[in-house]
Every structure is written in structure tokens, then in C-alpha cells.
């Protein structure tokens, strides 16, 4: 097991690009979650937490300590995504890494709008 890691750490530093697209991957994920976690307010006020068109009420509404699932998905995310870009270069090559790798990075991208989003939407209350 040591092996594979140590014999996986070299294809990816051998690879610069895939190298510089995890460490974009990993950084964007760390600030995001940081800058959310930041935002987040803990209060008795509750923000919204999914919308539905078939409910009487549209909007649902959840505690504060929901928007913490944004965070540990922005991580969570990162890091597996990561290890499959890795996993990927070995397996399959440098082309398909690449490409799981730019599809992470549009994950991360599009859950922090999402919570940016959820967290605005605290003023409908």
C-alpha cells in the first residue's frame, strides 16, 4: 500500500499540469469552505434549506448548522476528486485526469454559488 501511494505521488508530480490543477482544486476548496464558514451566523433564526412547488409553503427552512453541509461538501468533494484524478492518470491517462480533475473544480465552483445563494436568501424571513 505504501508503495502504490508513493509510486501514485510521483506520476502526479511528474505530471505538472494535473500537479497545478489538484493544488488549484485543493486551494479553491480551502478558501471556499473557509469564506463559508465564515458567513455562516449561528442564531435562532432558521435560512432556507430546499424549495418545493407541490408543498403549501414553497419554502423549507432548516437550522443555521445546515449551511455547514456546504463546507464539508466543498472539502469532501476535493479531496476524492483529487484522489481519482490521480487514480485516473495511472488507469486510464493523462487526458481523462485532466478532464475529472476540471470537472472538480466546476463542482467546488458551483457549490459555492449554491451556498452563497442559500445564505442570501436568509433575508425572506
Not at 40 to 54: D, G, K, N, T
Amino acid at each position: 500500500m505504501k508503495t502504490i501511494i508513493k509510486e501514485s505521488l510521483k506520476r502526479l508530480v511528474s505530471d505538472r499540469y494535473l500537479l497545478l490543477l489538484v493544488s488549484f482544486l485543493m486551494l479553491l476548496a480551502i478558501i471556499f469552505s473557509v469564506y463559508i464558514g465564515l458567513l455562516i451566523q449561528p442564531s435562532e433564526r432558521q435560512l432556507v434549506s430546499h424549495y418545493s412547488a407541490f408543498g403549501i409553503t414553497h419554502f423549507y427552512f432548516d437550522q443555521w448548522f445546515y449551511a455547514l453541509t456546504f463546507v464539508a461538501f466543498v472539502l469532501i468533494v476535493a479531496i476524492l476528486h483529487s484522489i481519482i484524478s490521480v487514480k485516473l492518470l495511472i488507469i486510464k491517462g493523462h487526458s481523462m485526469a485532466i478532464m475529472f480533475a476540471w470537472f472538480g473544480i466546476g463542482i467546488v465552483l458551483m457549490g459555492f454559488i449554491t451556498a452563497l445563494t442559500v445564505l442570501d436568501l436568509r433575508s425572506l424571513l
